[in-house]
């Protein structure tokens, strides 16, 4: 391929990956702003308070608060929300639930752009492969077909919480049709340090090193068994 058009070709999938993020979070905000507005009224209803003395009471005119109920006011902040709340006794919570991966930057991109042209010129390579469960946001950075086998490709330019990273990636190979998965890591001091220190707490997950995964993908084979790889 084109180097030009290589470039090119991960400039749009970045820019894909941004847009799908972009709108899932623009949907739920819009949704979340208007289900906290609809429970804030009913409460409010529901306690014989007026807007204005909803308002009033946490210092905010009636017709902001009459914009929360509605869900009319797009830049609400946590701050406004919470008091909305305070003013009719209900107590706004916020979490964060893992839904989907995150997106990839181009140095990611990059990480499996150096693999996939490690790869035969045969293997058959798909980025962001969503796991085969209705509904599941996750994806498999690449799939890779090899001597009819599917091998999982997770990229990692940085590594950091290694058993939150253990943890993702087993549990994605438990819910996809996978027969092993390569992580492969970004070859800088940062990440050679993080491996050496907790390369043997990975054993379990990713037996094989380097040299054994590369050395059977080079014989057009599928690894025998998951593996790491730094590249």
């Known amino acids: 391929m084109d180097p030009q058009e290589s470039g090119q070709d991960h400039h749009l999938l970045a820019m894909a990956t941004r847009d799908r993020a972009y709108e899932r979070g623009r949907r739920r905000a819009t949704r979340g702003r208007r289900e906290t507005g609809v429970e804030i009224r009913s409460a409010r209803v529901g306690a014989g308070i007026s807007q204005r003395a909803a308002g009033r009471s946490v210092g905010m005119s009636h017709t902001t608060y009459g914009r929360i109920e509605r869900g009319e ?42 693999f996939h042209r490690r790869l035969p010129p045969d293997a058959e390579w798909n980025t962001e492969v969503p796991l085969p469960i209705d509904g599941d946001r996750r994806a498999w950075d690449a ?46 001091r940062h ?41």
Do not use: W
């Open 143 to 188: 799939v890779v077909l090899i001597a009819r086998a599917r091998v999982a490709v997770e990229a990692e330019t940085r590594l950091g919480d290694i058993q939150a990273l253990s943890r993702k990636v087993e549990l994605k190979r438990r819910d996809g049709d996978i027969d092993v998965v390569i992580l492969v890591v970004a070859d800088t």
């Open 73 to 114: 006011l797009p830049n609400v902040t946590i701050e406004q929300l919470a008091l909305a709340c305070s003013a009719v006794g209900l107590e706004l919570s916020v979490r964060t639930y893992a839904d989907g991966d995150p997106i990839r930057d181009a140095a990611h991109v990059r990480l499996l752009e150096r």
């Open 191 to 231: 990440n050679r340090a993080v491996l050496a220190a907790h390369r043997e707490s990975l054993r379990a997950a990713f037996p094989l090193d380097g040299r054994e995964v590369m050395a059977s993908l080079t014989l057009g084979q599928a690894p025998r068994a998951s593996g790491i790889v730094l590249l």
